[in-house]
């Protein structure tokens, strides 16, 4: 879903629609010059073709196909409250740390998300590592440092995944928790199939005989063959009643 829009959106750069300056987040041009779209297109900015770019658009579909088919099989509501649960709150460390492109920080959220719920998995860093899934994000922001790039993005991607994990995972199941991260009832009613109703009851008309079962009726009675509402059970009495109508 967010690769969908985040490699269309960096050909439009390369062919020089549009700019990263049209696209990152400034807070003063979002609320005084009204660019709302600013808090979208900053997610969708993963930097110019090259190494890091392609490499966060591995993790990016990787990571997110692996949840969407796993721990949020047939919850696409979930999954998608978990998107915007991230993004608002990736949104509201930027307005204090001054960052410009979150779509780093929403890839490490995913990834962090992914490595603990799957804790016994065994991963493999270029054939250099071996480490269980939970040590995964560490991993990339250690490798992300020796890119020469900022941690900032990555540490702000890992605390927003530990925050969802932690109140979606771990605070219910705490002697005395409860569920503090709730669905809305409207993107359930958009997302996800309707839930079967237990007391429901199936018409006339779902009883109604096949249009194979009528065709071997036809076929039976165009042979002169008895059907099974034809067949009468022999009723007490009428072996006896031929018995002594054989002669002795």
């Excluded at 992914?114 to 804790?119: A, G, I, Q, T, V």
């Excluded at 002169?224 to 002669?247: A, K, L, W």
Aim: include cysteine.
């Amino acid at each position: 879903m967010v690769l969908q829009t985040g490699y269309p959106s960096r050909v439009h750069q390369q062919l020089e629609f549009i700019t990263p300056f049209q696209l990152y987040f400034n807070p003063d041009l979002i609320f005084r010059k009204y660019q709302f779209w600013r808090l979208i297109t900053n997610f969708l900015f993963f930097g110019p073709l090259g190494f890091s770019f392609f490499f966060n658009m591995i993790f990016l579909y990787r990571y997110c196909r692996m949840l969407e088919e796993g721990s949020f099989r047939g919850r696409t509501a979930d999954f998608i409250f978990m998107f915007l649960f991230g993004g608002v709150l990736m949104t509201l460390f930027g307005f204090f740390g001054s960052l410009f492109f979150l779509g780093q920080a929403f890839t490490i959220m995913l990834v962090y998300v992914w490595s603990r719920r799957n804790p016994f998995v065994r991963m493999n860093f270029f054939g250099l590592l071996n480490f269980q899934a939970p040590f995964l994000p560490w991993v990339l922001m250690g490798f992300s440092l020796l890119l020469g790039n900022s941690i900032i993005i990555d540490l702000l991607g890992i605390a927003v995944g530990h925050t969802y994990y932690f109140l979606e995972d771990v605070f219910p199941n705490q002697p005395g928790g409860r569920k503090l991260l709730s669905t809305p009832a409207f993107l359930k009613a958009i997302f996800d199939a309707p839930e079967e109703d237990p007391n429901y009851q199936p018409l006339v008309e779902d009883h109604l005989p096949t249009p194979e079962t009528s065709e071997a009726r036809q076929s039976a009675v165009a042979q002169d063959v008895p059907t099974e509402d034809q067949i009468e059970e022999p009723q007490e009495g009428d072996g006896q009643h031929q018995q002594d109508q054989n002669p002795q």
